[in-house]
């Protein structure tokens, strides 16, 4: 293993093997460090404040750990003080030092790409608009977001509130501004669900973080409060800290809404700190943003969910990346994000399928996207498509039918009724079927009782032929044309 493979921890891990085109995935790998940290002491390593006092935030420190050409780091300069850096040592072991392309890498490092972006805008979802009072977004009828602070363990280069996060100073007091979103949530009681974000809200001093967290359990009409962190990502020492699990247990209705993209960042330190969430009776779900270079591809995509729900976090959203200053070079197209939707229902537990969405500009929301499952429609029925390409009629009411059988080919003669299914070539399920059917067939005709594969009776013991469905209905859907 080589110096670099030693330091990523990249060296000798398995390769995901492909059979029948299923992954073998592993569990979370072994804990890495970069060599600059090597001699670190476990304790201090752990310790989620030597995390952050030692985190990279200038380039002048980027230049000393990777490589850069003298124009990127021109160019990284000029944005340095538009965009806020900071990766603490943990999350900058995770990367690849010796891929310039490397997906942690893309996530966290200044790129002359963020001065390229052709179509961006500083508040891509109109959140500031639909503000009634300062930090408070009410956008749907049942649910506010509450920006709590602009401090982050990590910027992450496509946040969509580089607006918020950009900003200078300390917000460290309990400010009258605090106090009215309180107030607001207070007098609403059509708000059910809180969701508290930021920059990210478990950077907040705990007498500030305790203050949110219980005024807002304290108000009847709220069922839910979410957590919106990345910090169980970026340094989840700090969630070693049992003070602050015990804050977040305390509120009682509190759900963690995670931010994971790739694979590589579900660790031995987030399944640690996933147990502890759990232990403390919070449910975990994760966000991923769908980024060119980090998880926009099937593979890539279905190791990271397979990655969370080892560690007991349910997939709940894929984002669209948002059209956010400095973001351009991750967007990809919502053609690609369907292709990867279309790879995941049906060939991955149901548990592992996050919705698809767009956070729609003005205000519009979180509009979800799905491949085209209904195919077509009468008023007796639909035609359905599942993942294998097969096309269904489904009867939804229990009524006569009305439309005449006329003669007719493919999908319209599943709506006439006069077919029920249509299968593709080379289904592996029908296969699997039909080699149980003659294994069936095959036990039966050594025990002396049962049909052949056509369907032809084996004679009893006593001379009569013993009634046995045929292969077909064993088969539950029609023979294929050519199989008889």
């Known amino acids: 293993m080589n110096e670099s493979e030693e330091r ?4 000798g891990q398995r390769v ?22 090597r001699n670190v002491p476990k304790k201090q390593w752990d310790d989620w404040r030597w995390q952050s006092q030692n985190a990279i935030r200038s380039v002048r420190q980027l230049r000393e750990l990777l490589p850069f050409t003298p124009q990127e780091l021109e160019a990284m300069g000029e944005l340095e003080a538009e965009f806020k850096l900071a990766i603490p040592p943990y999350y ?22 963020e001065a390229n972006s052709s179509y961006e805008l500083a508040d891509p979802l109109d959140e500031d608009k639909d503000s009634p009072v300062p930090g408070i977004t009410h956008r749907y009828p049942d649910r506010v977001l509450m920006v709590t602070t602009h401090v982050c363990t990590m910027y992450c280069r496509f946040c969509t509130r580089k607006r918020a996060t950009m900003v200078r100073g300390g917000w460290d007091a309990i400010s009258r501004d605090d106090e009215r979103m309180i107030d607001y949530i207070r007098e609403h009681p059509e708000i059910r669900d809180v969701i ?35 910090v169980p990502t970026t340094l989840p020492q700090k969630l070693y800290d049992k003070e602050l699990i015990d804050i977040l247990a305390a509120a009682e209705k509190v759900w963690i809404q995670m931010h994971f993209n790739h694979p590589r960042e579900i660790t031995p330190e987030v399944a640690r700190v996933c147990k502890s969430l759990l232990r403390a009776g919070m449910p975990l779900n994760n966000h991923s943003v769908l980024l060119k270079g980090v998880n926009d591809d099937l593979a890539t995509m279905r190791q990271l969910l397979r990655a969370l729900l080892r560690v007991k976090i349910r997939p709940y959203y894929i984002f669209h990346c948002d059209p956010v200053t400095g ?48 195919v077509s429609a009468s008023d007796d029925a639909v035609v359905l498509r599942n993942f294998e390409g097969m096309l269904v009629r489904y009867q939804a009411e229990d009524k006569p039918t009305t439309v005449r059988r006329t003669p007719t080919r493919g999908v319209s003669q599943l709506l006439t009724g006069a077919k029920s299914v249509l299968m593709p070539e080379g289904s592996e399920r029908m296969a699997r079927r039909r080699r149980s059917v003659r294994t069936i067939a095959a036990q039966r005709r050594s025990n002396g009782c049962g049909p052949d594969v056509n369907g032809h009776a084996a004679g009893r013991g006593d001379g009569r032929a013993e009634s046995r469905p045929r292969m077909e209905e064993l088969l539950s859907l029609p023979v294929l044309a050519g199989e008889r």
């Open 8 to 11: 990523t921890g990249l060296g």
């Open 16 to 37: 995901p093997v492909m059979e029948c085109g299923i992954e073998e995935d592993e569990p979370p790998g072994k804990p890495r460090r970069h060599p600059l940290w």
């Open 92 to 113: 900058f072991s995770l990367i690849d030092v010796d891929d310039p392309n490397d997906p942690i890498r893309l996530q966290s490092v200044t790129s002359p790409l």
């Open 196 to 230: 508290v974000s930021g920059g990210d809200p478990l950077t907040l001093p705990y007498n500030k973080l305790r203050f949110f967290l219980e005024n807002l359990r304290d108000i009847p009409h709220v069922d839910v409060i979410r957590i919106g962190t990345r």
């Open 327 to 374: 973001a351009g070079h991750f967007r990809t197209s919502v053609w690609k994000g369907l292709e990867i939707l279309e790879g995941l229902r049906g060939h991955m537990s149901g548990l592992a399928i996050p919705t698809y969405v767009v956070d729609s500009p003005h205000g519009g929301g979180k509009i979800p996207l799905m491949p085209n499952y209904l």
